[in-house]
């Protein structure tokens, strides 16, 4: 009877079922040497014919047994081998070893830096223009002149930041030294008090014009 369970009511439900008794069947492992009757509650099953065995017929020597292990396969040889492809070679490192030729790696070319130069002319109106920053300050007074009015009044070159007005001694300086690089805002200041210089034909002359403009 179950813990818990009245004895009573369990004897009134066995009477009640016509004394019906319910066996759990109990599993059984007959011995498989022929004519032996044990039989054993445990299976023991031997390891390499497979079959169930009692304690006395247990061993492979008292069993007679004849089972062998299933042999491993044998991988079949192709009788025509796919190609295989070769493997290259690895490539020679960089690095120098000693009696070896160092090899200098190719530097890729770089770009000449420049800068931006907006002008700010005496009417208000800006102009700009790119320079390269190793270029000197005579290719920007030529920028400016190609914009300057035919009878605009001698004028003066100056930056604001840092505070500079440019003289003769600055015509061939680099702009990078002048500090006019990755750019700078130049402001043109004209001097109503002189009269304009009168042209002149020839090269150095126009020169000796621009410098006549900017009061040099």
């Known amino acids: 009877v179950p813990p818990g369970e009245d004895p009573n009511t369990r004897i009134d439900d066995h009477i009640n079922s016509g004394c019906a008794t ?4 109990t599993p059984r492992y007959p011995c498989s040497v022929r004519g032996c009757k044990n039989v054993e509650l445990a299976p023991l099953m031997c390891n390499k014919c497979g079959r169930h065995h009692c304690v006395t017929h247990r061993f492979e020597d008292h069993h ?11 991988p079949i040889a192709h009788p025509n081998p796919p190609a295989t492809t070769p493997t290259p070679a690895p490539a020679p490192s960089s690095a120098s070893y000693p009696g070896s030729a160092s090899t200098t790696p190719v ?7 420049m800068t931006t130069i907006p002008v700010k002319l005496p009417n208000a109106q800006t102009i700009q223009n790119s320079f390269p920053a190793t270029s000197s300050f005579s290719e920007i007074i030529s920028f400016i002149e190609s914009h300057r009015e035919p009878d605009m009044h001698p004028y003066t070159l100056r930056t604001t930041y840092p505070q500079r007005v ?16 990755p750019s700078a805002m130049i402001l043109m200041e004209t001097h109503h008090n002189t ?22």
């Open 166 to 181: 440019f003289s003769a001694a600055d015509q061939h300086a680099p702009l990078d030294q002048l500090g006019l690089v």
């Open 22 to 25: 319910t066996v759990r069947s």
């Open 107 to 113: 530097q890729p070319a770089t770009s000449t830096p």
């Open 64 to 74: 007679k047994c004849t089972g062998r292990h299933a042999p491993k396969k044998q």
């Open 195 to 216: 009269p304009p210089p009168r042209p002149s034909g020839s090269e150095g002359g126009l020169w000796q014009g621009i410098k006549s403009y900017l009061g040099w």
